[in-house]
């Protein structure tokens, strides 16, 4: 049987060419999107994978939408927790509203995944977690705190639920992309993007195929004996 892989925000960025990749490998392919859906829709037919309407900062979504993968696929063996939004704003106009809605998106979600899929994954003694954090979840960035601070969260959860899971065969690993070509980047000048570059050693701006090509190997059987990683995908922009 196929492995089955569950990604959160996958109609677009990084996740749809998650959703591409893994396709394109032989998994069994299950994505969540919000707003979306002729992109959604349009991904899902091209790949032959199972596109979920989810709002995953909510824990009954991520529920129903688990449920449904596992209805389709019989189990889930990686779960990708890709899901999440970004934010400019100063520290001091940050709001109650906005503050819930980065963490409970970017932070949030990832719990009540991974907590959906970990009791079969135990009972299996195998399964698979990513979480996609950022660099700016261990350095921090200036009016980003809201954004920092829920990826940061996600590092902290990989390390401390690798400890938890570990015994039972599983293995949570994180990626901390650095600035990629997504839509996400796409309000930085053009000036902005060439500072960027200037800053990373490599002297260039990542795509969305290094940090699926990551998770593909993170995936593998060659990397069996990592648990607990971040795995910094940003060309040397922090080290």
Not at 6 to 20: E, P
Not at 145 to 167: F, N
Not at 187 to 206: R, V, W
Request: negative net charge.
């Amino acid at each position: 049987m196929n492995k089955t892989v569950f990604i959160t925000g996958g109609s677009k960025g990084i996740g749809a060419c998650a959703v591409r990749e893994f396709s394109r490998r032989g998994y069994n392919v299950a994505f969540t999107y919000l707003s979306s859906l002729e992109k959604a829709t349009s991904l899902a037919n091209e790949c032959g994978a199972l596109s979920i309407y989810c709002d995953v900062s909510k824990s009954e979504d991520i529920k129903k939408a688990i449920k449904s993968t596992i209805n389709s696929f019989g189990k889930i063996d990686i779960l990708i927790n890709n899901a999440g939004i970004d934010e400019f704003s100063l520290f001091t106009d940050i709001t109650d509203e906005m503050w819930r809605k980065m963490i409970d998106t970017n932070l949030s979600s990832a719990f009540y995944a991974s907590r959906e899929v970990l009791p079969d994954m135990i009972s299996r003694k195998d399964g698979i977690i990513i979480n996609i954090s950022s660099m700016w979840g261990e350095v921090g960035a200036s009016c980003e705190v809201h954004y920092s601070v829920s990826k940061a969260g996600l590092i902290g959860l990989t390390k401390a639920l690798s400890k938890e899971v570990g015994p039972s065969g599983i293995r949570v690993n994180c990626i901390s992309p650095g600035v990629i070509d997504t839509d996400m980047n796409k309000n930085l000048s053009s000036d902005d993007i060439e500072a960027l570059k200037q800053d990373t050693p490599l002297g260039k701006i990542g795509r969305c195929e290094d940090v699926v090509n990551t998770m593909l190997f993170l995936c593998q059987e060659s990397s069996a004996f990592i648990t607990g990683q971040i795995l910094g995908v940003n060309g040397g922009y922090i080290i």
